[in-house]
């Protein structure tokens, strides 16, 4: 390939002329197959959506040598095996990570006299920045992003598209580190219940703000978990955590093709109670050519678009 | 690899969950001067966490401008069976695409696209469906 750059257009080369041409004869031959039926053919969609459908369970998950399920995989917040962003038609049950009838999100319940809503100039992936944990897991279903497991004796990784995240966690049994420096993903040790590996997780960066339940994000009240009237500019579900905030993250791979996360957020200064989120499902990844991508913010206009509208709209309040 | 294809008779919005919009499709983009945009597709930028589509239209007065639409990210593009080759090769061809303008005090002549199609003919899904459109609802 010619350079390095992102960038394509006439410099594509002959290839790309070759091409075109080859594509206009056959489009020529096409259109004179479609003018001779007389009616207009319904537009064809890239993408297979059609061919979308639940993922069957596949068998019991495979395990290490230890016994330990293998959580090894590349997997999707859904129940389809593959990406779904903007895919329609898509049946909800299969697109969702989880059924909010069922097992719905509760909103989080903060201490009397406690504001975690507004806290310090925060990353987000809004800002093509880091979202910690537990967000960045949690946050994945926005994108209907791809999560890569790596588990090796005494280690798992732990890799995200967007935004682009590693964690290596020591899985063999050691303590916490004793007061730990704050970083993004935190201090994570390990155990196993049953089959159920669990991370403990403190010192969180007091930056990141927790993405909260999933439906607060959804401007309608009426739905479970929806933002209540008068809380519509209040972040959604979010919040911002304190240094003694403990995070417990549940991974359960309850097939071959299914694994489970959740998660609940301790924090003594800031929740009532501890927020649990839904069993969220993720799918493993059906095309064996599909592989975790690289998603670095390499060309992000839209902080100086943002800026140039709200200075606009500052200059012109009240007009 | 070429993108696959599927012929849909009926579309069924089933989204449960709203795509990730970095600061909000309402902040940056006005979903009430939406638009068919016919030109022709002049280069790609194939970068994160947008790429984007460049396309010469003639503007109402006849003048050929150009604009840059904003896509999903190339890993989405790809799974949703459209890949950079796709668009190479239908370069410096026909192209329509469907798509909304920024926001009064943005770049001019930027936009981000909710569906478009090449030369090729396929209907390609390449950002957010706010318009809440079906395929027959395009008037392609």
């Not at chain 1, 070759?18 to 004869?25: G, N």
């Not at chain 1, 890569?148 to 798992?156: D, I, R, T, Y």
């Not at chain 1, 998660?263 to 109670?273: F, M, R």
């Not at chain 2, 589509?53 to 003639?58: G, L, P």
Request: aromatic content about 8%; proline content about 8%; charged content about 20%.
């Amino acid at each position: 390939m010619r350079g390095m750059k992102r960038h394509f257009g006439d410099a594509a080369g002959s290839a790309g002329v070759v091409l075109a041409f080859l594509c206009t004869v056959l489009m020529l031959v096409f259109a004179q197959n479609s003018s001779a039926q007389g009616e207009k053919k319904p537009l064809k969609i890239a993408g297979d959506f059609e061919k979308v459908h639940l993922l069957p369970p596949g068998g019991p998950a495979p395990r290490m040598a230890d016994g330990h399920p293998d959580l090894s995989g590349l997997w999707y917040p859904n129940s389809a095996g593959r990406m779904l962003q903007f895919a329609e038609p898509v049946d909800s049950t299969i697109i969702r990570q989880f059924d909010p009838k069922a097992t719905p999100e509760e909103m989080p319940v903060f201490k009397p006299g406690v504001n975690p809503r507004k806290g310090p100039p925060t990353y987000t992936p809004a800002s093509c920045g880091q979202a910690g944990v537990p967000s960045t897991a949690l946050e994945q279903i926005s994108q209907h992003a791809a999560m890569e497991l790596v588990q090796v004796p005494g280690k798992l990784v732990m890799l995200f598209e967007y935004p682009m995240d590693i964690r290596i966690i020591r899985t063999d049994a050691h303590p916490h580190q004793n007061d730990p420096d704050p970083s993004f993903n935190g201090d994570t040790t390990v155990h196993w219940e049953g089959d159920t590996m669990v991370l403990d997780v403190i010192g969180i960066d007091e930056r990141l703000r927790n993405q909260g339940p999933f439906q607060s994000r959804v401007s309608n009240p009426t739905l479970p978990g929806g933002r209540p009237a008068g809380e519509e500019n209040e972040g959604g579900g979010g919040w911002f955590h304190s240094a003694q905030e403990h995070v417990v993250e549940r991974l359960t791979r309850t097939s071959k093709n299914y694994l489970t996360y959740q998660v609940t957020i301790e924090d003594p200064l800031v929740l009532a109670k501890p927020w649990k989120s839904a069993p969220r499902i993720w799918s493993l990844a059906s095309d064996p050519n599909d592989a975790f991508s690289e998603v670095f913010c390499t060309h992000d206009e839209e902080p100086q678009e943002m800026k140039k509208i709200r200075a606009y709209e500052q200059q012109n309040k009240g007009k | 690899m070429r993108a696959k294809v599927a012929v849909l008779s009926v579309i069924l919005l089933a989204m449960v969950a709203p795509a990730f919009a970095h600061h909000g499709f309402q902040a940056e983009f006005d979903k009430s001067k939406c638009m068919d945009l016919k030109g022709t597709l002049t280069s790609i930028d194939w970068d994160n966490p947008h790429a984007y589509v460049h396309m010469n239209v003639k503007d109402p007065s006849g003048k050929t401008v150009s604009w840059s639409l904003e896509m999903i990210t190339p890993n989405a593009l790809r799974r949703n069976g459209s890949t950079r080759q796709d668009f190479l090769s239908n370069m410096n061809k026909p192209m329509v695409a469907r798509a909304c303008p920024a926001k009064a005090g943005g770049t001019m002549y930027r936009g981000t696209a909710e569906f478009l199609q090449l030369s090729d003919g396929l209907l390609r899904v390449v950002g957010q469906n706010v318009e809440n459109l079906t395929p027959e609802q395009l008037h392609w």
